[in-house]
Every structure is written in C-alpha cells, then in structure tokens.
C-alpha cells in the first residue's frame, strides 16, 4: 500500500482547477509557464514537494507548455524584441526533447563518452514526452494510469538496440508481463467487452454487451438499429464470404490497399450504409481517423470483421501500413506498467542521474519518489531542465565546418542561449524548419510532411466500479460517443503497487477520444484535429465526460455527481507520429520519404524522435535516438 500525502478535493476538479501541491506550484497550474525560474531564482521544478504527475485538470500539452512555439511557428516570437541571455553554460551535448526519444539519446551519447556534460531541455513540466505518467489518490492509495504512451508494444519486434536499452534499464516485458499483469481478471468476473449506441447516432441510448457465444442476431435483437442494418452487422461479423472471388490472395490485397474499410463494407461486401456509423470509429485509436480514412487492407491485419471468407494469405503485403504491416508479421512483445512507458522514461532518468529516482528495480520504479531538484543541479554532468522551449539551434558557422552548436531557449518569459559541441533535436519533427531556419528548403518541406495524430486520453477517477459490474462490461466501445472507448484500468501488481480488486473500491477509467474531420485526407483531420483540441476547455471536456459516463453507466446505478472524484484529460494535439497511409500517401523509393529526408544531420544538429522513423513507437524512439547519436559520432 502506498500513501500519498496529497489529498484531492472536489472542488479541485469540479471548477477545473488542477490540484496545487504548494505555494510553490500553483501559479505554473494555473496556465503560466509550468517551469519558470521563481522569485527568488529557484526553477519550480526544484521546489519541495514538486509532483507534476500528481496534477489534474488539463494535462498533456498543458497550459503554459506550447504558447512560444506557437509564437515561433507565427512569425511572432523573435519581434517581441527579446533580449537573449548568453550563459557561460557549455555542455558536450544538449539535447532537445525530454521524451524517451531524447532520455535514450543522453544514454547512447554517455555510453560513447563517459564524461560528457549533457543537458536535456523540455517545454513541459515533467520528462517523458507522451509517456506521461498520471497519479491519483485513491481514497489513500495510490491509482497510476499513463497519459500517454501506454504499453511496451511494436508492429514489429523490438531491435537489438532498443532491446539492449531495456535490458539495461532492468526491463524484461516478457517476464513482467508474466509475473505482473493479470488480462483476465476482469473477464474472470463474467465481465465482458460492449458498445454503447448513443441516441443522436442511433436512434436511442443502448449498452449491448458482447456475451460469449452468443450470436450477432441476438446480440442486436433490441438494439435500436433497423432491421437491415442488424442483417448486415451479423453477415459482417460472423459470414465466411469470398466478397472479391475470382481474384488471387495478392490481387485482393492490392486492391484492398487502396480502398477504405468504409467503401468495402459497402462496395464491396454491398452493405447497407447504416452499418457505417456502427464501425465509422473503430480504428479511431490505432489510426487517429475513421474507417472512411484507413485502407481495407490495414485493418484486415487488426482482424476486423468482413474478410475472412476472402482466404488473404497471412503476413503483410508491400503497400500495407507501417503498423499494419507489423502486426500482420506478428508484431513484439507487450507489457502495460501501471504509468505505461513513463515507467521507461523514469529508468532511463534513474540511469542518467541516479539519485533523482530512487531504487534498483522496474519494479520499484513504480512507486518511487522522483526528486525533482536533483534533476538539474549546476555540478552534475547530467541535467534535464524542465519547463524550457528551444527556439532556436544553429551551427556555429556554416554547417560544413561547424564548431558547435548553440541554443536559445524561453524560460519563464526570458529568453536564454546555451553552448555545445554537438545537438540531437529529439523533439516534434514538424517544429525543426521553424527552430533552425537555415536548414534546406528540400529538408524542410520534408519536415513539414510530419503532421502528428492528435489525441485526447482522459482519466477519471470514480469511487467505485459496482456499476460496470451491475452492466457486465469493462470495456466500451461507444462510436458515436465524445471519447470512442471507455476501459477499467487494466490490472497490473508490480512492486508495491496493487491494483483495486474489489468492485466497491475506487478505481480508474481511461477514455479515448480521437478529434476527426471525416472526408478529408489523413493530414488534414490531424491538423483540424489539433486545432480542436487545444480550443476545448476543460470545462468542455468535463462536462462530456460527465454526460457520457453517466448515459452508459447510469443504469447499472452509476451517479457522475457523487461516483467522479478527479478528472485528468491528457491533450496531445502532436501525438502519434505520423505513418504514411496508402490512400494519401505517395509510395517513395527508399531514402525519399519525407522522414528520411527530414532526418538528416545538419552540421552539429541531428535528428531524433519517433518522428524520424515514422513510427508511432517507443522502440522507434529508442532507434532513432541511437541513429542521431551516432551520426553525431561519427561525423
Ligand atoms: C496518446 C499516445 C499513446 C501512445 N501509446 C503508445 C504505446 O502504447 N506504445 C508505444 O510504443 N508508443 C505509443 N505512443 C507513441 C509515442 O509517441 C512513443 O512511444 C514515444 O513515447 C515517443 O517518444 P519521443 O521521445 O520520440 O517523442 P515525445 O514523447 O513526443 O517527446 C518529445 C519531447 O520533445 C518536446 N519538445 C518538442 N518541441 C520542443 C522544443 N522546441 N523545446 C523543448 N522541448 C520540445 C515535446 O514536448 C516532448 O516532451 C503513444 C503516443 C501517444 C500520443
């Protein structure tokens, strides 16, 4: 059992104030620059008791963490005619970007040269970049969920290298996966899967809940979906037809590559349009758009339903997605730790400073303490300054014959400049153009191809989960909903963390909502999608979460006034890294895509993040940080 010493009070969440855990911290809560240097000199980040994951209300892209470049990307910044100050800091290498991606490249860089001095900047309050991790109190325990980056998982198995990070770090998914994560618990309760139908999509508000064996027909038999269209959803989920017959498994893939999910429900398996709404959201999470903007042949990979009467060869196909493609092949290993992958973010700050995270263990890391304060100490050869957003990096002198680096950071309204020999820029690829402008044109529009997937994880609290019993479901996926899925935590004991078992203990829901613009290409919704993102208020988003967990749990005796205790919406307009998709995407010979030409080393500068692989994972983190590394090395 854990004991916090933070308490959360309704009205914390109730008027959308995020919980403040000092006099310290509470302005940065409130939307000013998360990490500024205080009054008398101090960083926020090395005040006592700072906690940053144990905050509510908007986390994410928090207040206070983006405006600048938002500034940058404006043309506004640098006329607000800022004064830079010039440090005497001057480090072997900085690092831009405190997610895993820029933690894994201080590693790599150290484990190449020891001595090195090495600062790491982020815009955000805590380290870890999408792998963010969210505390709660639970009536005296501790409740952890990720507020972003959630399991160790890839289309593909892990590479030598980034395994090799994980086994450093003490990581083996595999036997943690085993020891510590109990899938079944849930399920071993009769409790099952379900859809919520909500009534502005479907006629009238309906839970179905998916019973073991028992068929579609029945399953659909008083939900308010016409008669047709229930034929249909049967005939799709659960007939053996060769939709495309006369054609070989590869000629069916090729073309399965290049039409949508939607157009072959209904072009092809000739269904009728009303099931449309009933699947529209289903690849919502893995693809960040609808079925309208997926091709057939990805989510054939993901086992959605209609194909399997087409006898498609197993394994990948050449035009198949990046994580299509993977999981097709069999894709790696999983584990969920608690936090998601913050708990690898917080390894690998644990391996850089070891004093800022105590313990030996992935297990211990769980429940240990990060002490802030040590993180960015004047002494140490390591540090991660937090709160920091880099406006600018740029060789000194041309890129040829560069002597070093140097970057200009804003801090709490101020605006800094440090030194190094060498820069890795592990941060949002799309943002590189705007931070050094001197780069190629080519590499730029390269860059600028990137468009990230924006995404919305929110965690509630509630006070119990009697409700989700009374129903039956643990997990809900509800397609016309404001979130798309709605899930129990899922039930993981590690170390001295225990997850609830109990049905009258509190407990954590995670929901996901996707922000689409149907019809248009992949990343025109993403940009359309950010943009709605970062102009919802809480009080929106809480607002909707309350409405919609109390229309799908209501019924089961669920009261969202009395049953929510806090609320943590993670907004991440720049989320997944964008893959290409073969309905929008030209197909590039290798060495052309967009990624790779934006990735190359510019001078002293080189290019990290998932981003530059175009992979939306934590092992392509990991890759690319040691690729940019090496560059660096080697050059
Ligand atoms: C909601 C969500 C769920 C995900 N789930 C999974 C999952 O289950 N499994 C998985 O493998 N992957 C998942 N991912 C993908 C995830 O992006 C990667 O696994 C990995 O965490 C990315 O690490 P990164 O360091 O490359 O990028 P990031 O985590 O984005 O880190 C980059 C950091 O650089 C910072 N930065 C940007 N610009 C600047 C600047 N100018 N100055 C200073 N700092 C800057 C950013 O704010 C950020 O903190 C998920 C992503 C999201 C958004």
Redesign the pocket.
């Known amino acids: 059992m854990v004991s916090k010493k933070t308490s959360i009070s309704r009205r914390d969440f109730l008027n959308g104030v995020p919980l403040a855990i000092g006099g310290a911290v509470a302005g940065a809560m409130l939307g000013e620059p998360a990490v500024a240097a205080g009054a008398a000199g101090q960083a926020l980040q090395d005040a006592p008791g700072y906690d940053p994951a144990a905050l509510h209300g908007l986390r994410g892209s928090h207040p206070g ?1 983006f405006e600048a ?1 938002h500034q940058l990307r404006d043309g506004d910044f640098w006329s607000q005619s800022l004064k830079i100050d010039e440090t005497e800091e001057a480090y072997d290498l900085i690092v ?7 933690l894994a490249a201080a590693h790599f860089y150290r484990a190449a040269r020891p001595d090195a001095r090495i600062l790491i ?4 309050d805590d380290f ?4 963010k991790r969210n505390e709660f109190d639970l009536g005296g325990r501790l409740g952890l969920l990720n507020g ?7 289309p593909r198995p892990y590479s030598a290298v980034a395994d090799g990070l994980l086994k450093t770090l003490g990581v083996d998914p595999v036997a943690l996966a085993k020891a510590c994560a109990h899938r079944d618990f849930y399920p071993s309760l009769g409790l099952r899967r379900g859809f919520f139908l909500d009534k502005e999509t479907f006629g009238a508000d309906k839970l179905i809940v998916v019973s073991d064996g028992v068929p579609w027909r029945q399953l659909l038999a008083s939900s308010p979906l016409s008669e047709p269209v229930r034929r249909d959803i049967a005939r799709i989920q659960e007939a053996k037809v060769d939709y495309m017959p006369g054609l070989s498994s590869d000629e069916k893939k090729s073309r399965l590559a290049k039409m949508s999910y939607r157009d072959y429900l209904i072009d092809v398996v000739k269904a009728d349009p009303g099931v449309i709404p009933f699947y529209q959201a289903r690849t919502h999470g893995e693809w960040g758009v609808g079925i309208e903007a997926v091709p057939a042949l990805d989510v054939w990979a993901f086992h959605f339903p209609g194909f399997d009467g087409l006898g498609l060869t197993p394994r990948s196909a050449p035009d198949m997605g990046y994580t299509a493609a993977g999981y097709a092949d069999g894709g790696s290993y999983t584990f969920h730790f608690p936090d ?2 913050a708990s690898i973010a917080r390894l690998l700050v644990r391996n850089l400073i070891a004093d800022a995270v105590p313990g030996s263990s992935a297990e211990d890391v769980v429940t240990a303490r990060v002490d802030y304060s040590k993180l960015d100490r004047a002494t140490a050869p390591l540090r991660i300054r937090l709160g ?4 600018r990096a740029r060789n000194l002198g041309d890129a040829v014959s560069s002597r070093g680096v140097e970057v200009a ?1 804003a801090r709490g309204g101020e605006v800094y400049s440090v030194r190094a020999e060498r820069c890795v820029l ?3 690829n799309m ?1 590189i153009p705007y ?1 050094c402008p001197e780069l190629p044109q080519r590499q730029k529009q390269a860059l600028s191809y990137l468009v990230k997937t924006p ?1 919305v ?1 929110t965690n509630v609290a509630l006070r119990n989960w009697t409700a989700f019993m009374a129903l039956g479901v643990y997990a809900i996926h509800a397609p016309g909903g404001y979130h798309s899925s709605v899930f129990l935590n899922p039930t993981v004991d590690i170390g001295d963390y225990r997850s609830p078992r109990a049905p009258n203990e509190p407990i954590l829901v995670q929901m996901i909502r996707t922000p689409v613009a149907p019809g248009l290409a992949e990343r025109d919704q993403n940009r359309a999608g950010q943009h709605d993102i970062l102009n919802t208020s809480f009080a929106t988003f809480e607002r909707e979460i309350r409405m919609q967990l109390a229309r799908i749990l209501a019924p089961g005796g669920f009261d969202a006034e009395r049953d929510i205790t806090a609320i943590t919406v993670n907004r ?1 307009p720049h ?3 964008y893959e290409y998709n073969s309905l929008f995407d030209p197909e590039w010979p290798d060495g052309e895509a967009p990624h790779q030409i934006g990735r190359a080393r510019f001078g002293r500068i080189a290019i990290a ?3 530059s692989g175009a992979a ?4 392509s ?1 990991i890759d ?1 940080a040691y690729r940019a590394v090496q560059e660096l090395l080697a050059a």
Request: charged share 10%; with cysteine; net charge negative.
């Open positions: 963490s470049a831009v970007g405190g997610g895993i991606s820029g900047l982020d815009n955000h870890g970049g999408h792998a972003g980056t959630m399991l160790i998982d890839s998601g992958n920091t957003i880099v406006v950071y592990a941060c949002y943002m931070l995404l994880y991440w989320g997944y890294a993040n998932s981003d939306a994972y934590t092992d983190a690319q």
